[in-house]
């Protein structure tokens, strides 16, 4: 079946530092990738996407690109924040022979200190 | 507004006690899904449904029924809740497509003692 591995946390930095959160995926099919943050208390809401291989998917500062050689979706951040402080989940969608089943990363918990 | 809405937001019952936690969405859109958040576990899929009359297992299916009798309404039943289905549900819908963005209800916080 599919799988997510995420880096594992907890992450804390310092603000304005430079983040990489790792996320590799193995998948039966061409799944699209996606990256959602979860603030303290809310339900999940999506943080960027990428459909093929080597889109660059990227929101608020925040990128990741679709590396189908390497199976991975990394999620970068040149310079974070304080209210960059949430759960971050990579997740892939089946697109093809398990069309709806969707499947997530532990989830990354990052802590941005002033 | 858009959104997913679930209710109620917290619960706690006792083993074998009947209950079911709704999800309603006002986007028009035919997937819904439910999913549980476990410590340690990340996110896990527990159904999903790609339309009205359509349901399919996730991950974790066992112990749960869900049904799609309208667009908008997902409910998810727990027919003898035992304390190991102690979680935090999170409800969700989207259109269908090739990458298409869920989006997720507030959460409902069951304990089963």
């Known amino acids: 079946g599919n799988s997510v591995t995420q880096m594992e946390g907890p992450v804390t930095l310092s603000e304005e530092a430079f983040l990489t959160i790792n996320c590799t995926y193995t998948?039966?099919?061409?799944?699209?990738l996606f990256w959602y943050v979860q603030y303290p208390g809310e339900g999940l809401q999506l943080l960027l996407k990428a459909t093929k291989a080597d889109d660059k998917g990227s929101n608020k500062g925040f990128e990741a690109t679709y590396r189908k050689e390497t199976t991975s979706f990394h999620l970068e951040k040149g310079s974070v924040q304080v209210s960059d402080s949430a759960v971050y989940f990579c997740?892939?969608?089946?697109?093809?022979?398990?069309?709806?089943?969707?499947?997530f990363g532990d989830g990354t918990t990052l802590t941005v200190k002033p | 507004e858009a959104q997913v809405t679930q209710n109620p937001r917290y619960l706690i019952t006792v083993t074998g006690k009947k209950l079911t936690v709704t999800c309603s969405q006002n986007?028009?859109?035919?997937?819904m899904s439910w999913y549980r958040q476990d410590p340690g576990l990340g996110l896990r899929q527990i159904y999903y449904s790609m339309n009205v009359e359509v349901t399919d297992k996730g991950d974790v299916p066992e112990g749960y029924k869900v049904s799609r009798k309208e667009k908008r309404n997902f409910p998810l039943i727990l027919e003898s809740p035992s304390p190991n289905q102690t979680s935090l549900y999170f409800c969700?819908?989207?259109?269908?497509?090739?990458?298409?963005?869920?989006?997720f209800g507030p959460g409902t916080r069951l304990t089963v003692l």
């Open positions: 986007m028009n859109h035919e997937y």
């Open positions: 969700a819908s989207s259109l269908l497509g090739e990458a298409d963005t869920q989006y």
């Open positions: 997740a892939l969608s089946d697109r093809d022979t398990n069309a709806g089943k969707s499947t």
């Open positions: 998948a039966t099919g061409y799944p699209s």
